[in-house]
């Protein structure tokens, strides 16, 4: 397990910069009672964020998506850069969390007062330091593929990760290191791959990236549309952002997943090697580009 | 907006009974961060709950459902006896929450210590006596029809309320008092009615009583339950667990919703009339039935 952060940990909560062991929810917190909240995580290589301005308007789609008003989302990018430069961390992740806070008695209708203001709390979890080494082989791992039971808003970044972290778990209890979901949508008659527990999901076939599209069934990944622009622009690669199935990713010459934490070679789902169980070519290729963006900016 | 508790309302948080105003969750509370947990909400009159022990049994279906280990319903259900007891409350509703408490720095992954315990919180809401008149009209009024955002296991007590306790609130802003899921599930080319926001639903078609069967698409609802108990024993009225659709219902002589804290008589659809508009007589003599039951217990 990992350790804890130390009770002086400094994070932002309840409007100021404060220690850890001074921070909290109150217990009618609509963000436990009713899920009722979005989130964003955003990494700092050097004490500098990356894809900060990407972050901060899908924060602010997200609200949007759940009716959350209140909050300026650049204040938001503005305060987490502050959080990263007072507690000094070079390499970190912060976790920016906006839930609908206290509003009294548990009621599922929502009545907010004119003075509403939604909880932002922000945490900064120290990173080990990028693999310098562009050309370094990625991360890599197992998956297993599981149903997509979550709800249908997907391109909501919502705190409703419960079936997420299930599933996460499930993969790391098969020895894998992602789970990745397939769902058969309403007025459709074949399942397709959507995404991973906590990532998007490309596959390279006959030298072409796929990836499923950007129509609220995944989130609309910041690292997924980095490399879609890096394979576009950089590295001439062919792509398309179409569905597939799990046959067509089993069959895949190669398999990836990214997150705003990192890129994973899937180099075997459920025990099957994927190509011929290494990270493939073009998956390192499409590493070193995003590893050399984030170095660069 | 409904009056705060006070401070000093005795709730159960952090293993012991407490004024709420010592009561908090950790900020690394999975309960926020993931959703992570499940509820209940039990109904007591004159001090007395109702229908305890298939709310335990339901928690523990719901906490083997998100593999939420180390607690024992039935104690639950001693604590929440004992909660009223120390507040002294007639009629109330204890809300029961247990969620995966405070694990350590935020990770999908759940990795749990040998000496686990869950998080458990109980908070009793005083809630007006129960209408002692079993032969008056139920409350009544308006439904929208939305769709089922949701996530597929709804059997399971879910924290994962933001698309209902929104569905609920949009519901209230178009002036009805509920919001009615409608939802195509896979495999299938029609939509059907499933439940309310935080409701069972029920129809009434040519003298029979029609609600969504218990195949994990539903809450499987005690009230449902003890309604169609009484529907078979007592009233001898026919019944059937099938969907319906949209059209169904509007087209429906009455229909109702219910919940651990009432019976409601749907009067009206997007504004349309159902039946008459007012309570329908099956509608009512279910309601009686029940509000007999409780004052039973």
């Known amino acids: 397990m990992p350790a804890p952060l130390p009770p002086d940990t400094i994070v932002y909560a309840h409007g100021d910069f404060r220690p850890l062991a001074q921070a909290s929810y109150a217990l009618e917190e609509r963000g436990v009672l009713f899920a009722d909240g979005v989130y964003e995580v955003v990494r700092y290589d050097r004490g500098k964020p990356f894809a900060l301005k990407p972050h901060a308007d899908r924060l602010a789609n997200s609200l949007d998506g759940i009716d959350l008003p209140g909050l300026d989302a650049d204040e938001v990018a503005d305060l987490s850069n502050e959080l990263v430069k007072r507690a000094g961390h070079d390499h970190c992740k912060v976790y920016w969390q906006v839930t609908r806070g206290d509003l009294g008695p548990r009621d599922f ?13 922000l945490i900064a979890y120290p990173t080990p330091p990028l693999q310098r080494d562009a050309t370094a082989l990625p991360p890599s791992g197992g998956a297993i593929i599981v149903e997509d039971c979550r709800w249908t808003k997907c391109w909501i970044k ?76 950089e590295l001439g690669l062919p792509f398309a952002e179409q569905t597939f ?53």
């Open 158 to 233: 919502s705190l409703m990760l419960q079936p997420a972290s299930l599933a996460k778990t499930a993969a790391h209890k098969a020895g894998a290191v992602e789970a990745i979901f397939e769902r058969e949508k309403p007025g459709t008659t074949e399942s397709h791959i959507t995404e991973g527990s906590s990532t998007n999901v490309f596959i390279v076939r006959d030298g072409q990236l796929l990836t499923h599209p950007n129509d609220g069934w995944v989130l609309p990944g910041i690292t997924r549309d980095v490399l879609l622009d890096a394979a576009q622009n």
């Open 109 to 121: 209708l929502i009545q907010t007062p004119t003075d509403f203001k939604p909880n932002l709390t």
């Open 245 to 297: 199935t799990a046959a067509d990713l089993k069959a895949a010459d190669e398999v990836f997943v990214c997150s705003t934490t990192q890129l994973t070679a899937i180099t075997s789902v459920h025990g099957q090697p994927i190509g011929d169980g290494q990270p493939g070519p073009i998956t390192t290729a499409v590493n070193k580009a995003y590893t050399e963006r984030i170095l660069a900016d």
